[in-house]
């Protein structure tokens, strides 16, 4: 699936029960979103589990680079904006904590 936020296109996949507790699973630079295959395999009859490529990835936009930890930020809060998310668990490596902490500071 795909959906136009913060100027990109961005591809995501959601996936799980409507009415379950949604899980977003942010990928690291030079993946994709099925990085998580399998942990969205063993969580989606639990949860809502939402993967997305990052800018410049996967099957998302590549705009021109450089690339900001606030641009990110603001592609996922856009993200979950157009999907009606109003809150999620986040699983995340290194790269993304830094984002999600970014993320957690900016957006009120």
Same mark, same amino acid.
């Given at each position: 699936?795909?959906? +136009?936020?913060?100027? #990109? $296109?961005?591809?995501?996949? =959601?996936?799980? @029960?409507?009415?379950?507790? /949604?899980? $977003?699973?942010?990928?690291? *630079?030079?993946?994709?979103?099925?990085?998580? &295959?399998?942990?969205?395999?063993?969580?989606? &009859? !639990?949860? !809502? /589990?939402?993967?997305? &490529? #990052?800018?410049?990835?996967?099957?998302?936009?590549?705009? @021109?680079? @450089?690339? +900001?930890?606030?641009?990110?930020?603001? &592609? =996922?809060?856009? *993200?979950? !904006?157009? *999907?009606? #998310?109003?809150?999620?668990?986040?699983?995340?490596?290194?790269?993304? !904590?830094? =984002? =999600?902490?970014?993320?957690?500071?900016?957006?009120?």
């Amino acid at each position: 699936m795909k959906a +136009t936020v913060n100027g #990109i $296109t961005t591809q995501y996949e =959601l996936e799980g @029960p409507l009415s379950a507790p /949604v899980v $977003t699973l942010s990928h690291s *630079l030079a993946a994709n979103l099925h990085l998580w &295959d399998a942990q969205a395999a063993a969580l989606q &009859d !639990r949860y !809502r /589990v939402l993967r997305y &490529d #990052i800018r410049g990835h996967g099957g998302s936009d590549v705009p @021109p680079a @450089p690339y +900001t930890l606030e641009q990110m930020a603001d &592609d =996922l809060h856009g *993200l979950l !904006r157009a *999907l009606d #998310i109003a809150e999620t668990h986040e699983a995340a490596d290194e790269f993304n !904590r830094a =984002l =999600l902490a970014f993320l957690a500071t900016s957006v009120r």
